[in-house]
């Protein structure tokens, strides 16, 4: 069974551009988590999606970024018109139901300019 | 305040010394759940271990120890003979309905592990 997947692992932007990340979860977790990591500090939650459909947003989650899930499979989040505020490591974890552990992907490393 | 506290940013050892790593949680729940996770440099968080709040035993797995002890809301965290490849980040992190059932992450421990 092939662990959680992100693409890409790196990107490099330049401000109010948009960017688009990519998670591909463990087959058959219909649970969906994204985090995002900044220097020195825990991850922290911004969303997450039972299936298709997404069940919590953090505050942190402003309406620049938006997260999809079609179809229950791989999820998309995207950062609209970016920040140099949004540079941080953007992480995606799934796992099967809420008691077990989350299993996360590598990140995305994003870097705004 | 915090939901979880690691109050050590972090820690420096020598190979083969002992490590413990230490968690502090907060949550009125009485059902809730505590892990450990890995992040060495690569980046990728590695999952250690889940411990529910009914479960008080102690674990251990290989040179890694688990103290969890719901009088102090404390889940320590022990590392046996270090070895350089534990150098890492490690977090603690605590899933509680209060919360949302998402994980709330401490700060995190770093460990240098010296040879």
């Known amino acids: 069974d092939t662990g959680v997947s992100q693409n890409p692992r790196h990107k490099i932007t330049k401000r109010g551009q948009n960017v688009t990340f990519r998670c591909d979860p463990i087959?058959?977790?219909?649970?969906l988590y994204w985090y995002r990591q900044t220097l020195g500090q825990g991850p922290e939650f911004l969303t997450y999606?039972?299936?298709?459909?997404?069940?919590?947003k953090s505050r942190l989650l402003s309406d620049r970024f938006s997260a999809e899930r079609p179809k229950g499979s791989f999820s998309t989040l995207e950062i609209q018109r970016t920040e140099q505020g949004d540079s941080a490591m953007y992480l995606c974890a799934s796992s099967p139901n809420y008691v077990v552990a989350q299993y996360f992907g590598p990140g995305t490393r994003l870097l705004v300019l | 305040a915090q939901k979880v506290t690691q109050a050590q940013t972090e820690i420096s050892v020598v190979e083969k010394e002992d490590v413990t790593l230490d968690c502090v949680y907060e949550t009125r729940d009485t059902t809730y759940y505590l892990f450990w996770y890995k992040q060495p440099p690569s980046g990728e968080l590695v999952f250690l271990i889940r411990r529910n709040s009914f479960d008080e035993q102690n674990e251990i797995s290989g040179r890694y120890s688990w103290n969890f002890q719901k009088s102090t809301s404390s889940f320590n965290f022990t590392i046996t003979a270090s070895q350089v490849v534990d150098s890492a980040v490690y977090f603690c992190?605590?899933?509680?309905?209060?919360?949302?059932?998402?994980?709330?992450f401490g700060a995190g421990t770093i460990l240098r592990v010296k040879s």
């Open positions: 087959s058959e977790h219909n649970r």
């Open positions: 992190a605590l899933s509680a309905s209060e919360y949302g059932n998402k994980l709330v």
């Open positions: 999606f039972q299936n298709e459909a997404q069940l919590e």
